[in-house]
């Protein structure tokens, strides 16, 4: 397997997740998208860490890194996501635009 | 290219991921979704053992397998009646969505077939684990100080945040 298949897999997984965040109504469908392109993003990373410096690895450090600021965002985001609920009994994204005006 | 065992396993690992990829964003049923997003999961950490990267394998399978994804199950649990089927799913913004994704994607790939990748042939002696660790604790001791405390400022700021006041 080349450095090309693993980048188009990852390129694909990465418009996947753009699609889902651009056209889901629900804020969790939002935020699982997103999830979808932190791992494109991993693999990417480790894409370039075998097929480029084998020896330094410092792509699976980096994804390391992503795994962890992933967690806290999905932590913060759903965090948001049960206030807005409790507040307006709604977290489809296109009701909740009380800060757009 | 020689179509050995290692092929036929990226072949099907790459099938399940964009499969369930897709099926995340396009079902109705969000629970569902996660379901799928659970599969996506698995097959991105076999796609990490694939690559010779056993922690970072490991690592997905504790952190998105287990802590997102009951995080995600319990959002979804706590939002009842949301995630009934007969709500509409999906806004209005489809069709310019699939164009805009499409050419992003065509653009991505076209791009990658013409850049020639200075791809290395060394190989990586003993476990990748333990050069990890090392790395972790010497060259990128900052970063990983600072993630820590990116994470602890993220879990006390969405108790707060979630807090009943």
């Not at chain 2, 990829?21 to 979704?33: A, Q």
């Not at chain 2, 400022?153 to 807090?163: E, F, Q, V």
């Amino acid at each position: 397997m080349t450095l090309v298949h693993y980048l188009s897999l990852s390129a694909i997984l990465f418009c996947i997740g753009i699609y889902g965040a651009v056209t889901r109504r629900n804020a969790i469908g939002v935020l699982m998208a997103i999830e979808l392109m932190f791992n494109a993003a991993n693999i990417n990373f480790i894409a370039f860490s075998k097929f480029i410096t084998p020896t330094l690895l410092t792509g699976q450090i980096f994804a390391v890194f992503v795994i962890a600021i992933a967690a806290a965002e999905a932590t913060v985001g759903l965090a948001i996501v049960i206030l807005i609920y409790r507040h307006h009994k709604e977290i489809n994204v296109d009701k909740i635009n009380v800060m757009k005006w | 290219m020689e179509f050995g065992t290692p092929a036929a396993i990226f072949y099907i690992l790459a099938a399940l991921i964009v499969g369930s990829g897709v099926m995340v964003v396009t079902l109705k049923n969000v629970f569902h979704s996660l379901l799928f997003l659970v599969l996506c999961f698995f097959s991105v950490a076999g796609i990490y053992v694939l690559l010779h990267a056993e922690f970072v394998a490991a690592v997905q399978v504790l952190i998105y397998v287990g802590a997102v994804t009951v995080l995600l199950i319990f959002a979804i649990m706590m939002t009842a009646k949301i995630y009934s089927p007969s709500v509409r799913q999906v806004n209005e913004q489809v069709i310019p969505g699939l164009i805009i994704v499409g050419t992003i994607l065509i653009v991505t790939l076209w791009a990658m077939s013409k850049t020639v990748w200075n791809v290395s042939r060394d190989v990586l002696a003993g476990q990748s684990t333990s050069v990890i660790g090392k790395s972790l604790l010497t060259t990128y001791v900052l970063p990983f100080e600072v993630v820590s405390i990116v994470l602890i400022t993220a879990l006390i700021g969405a108790i707060i945040i979630a807090r009943r006041d």
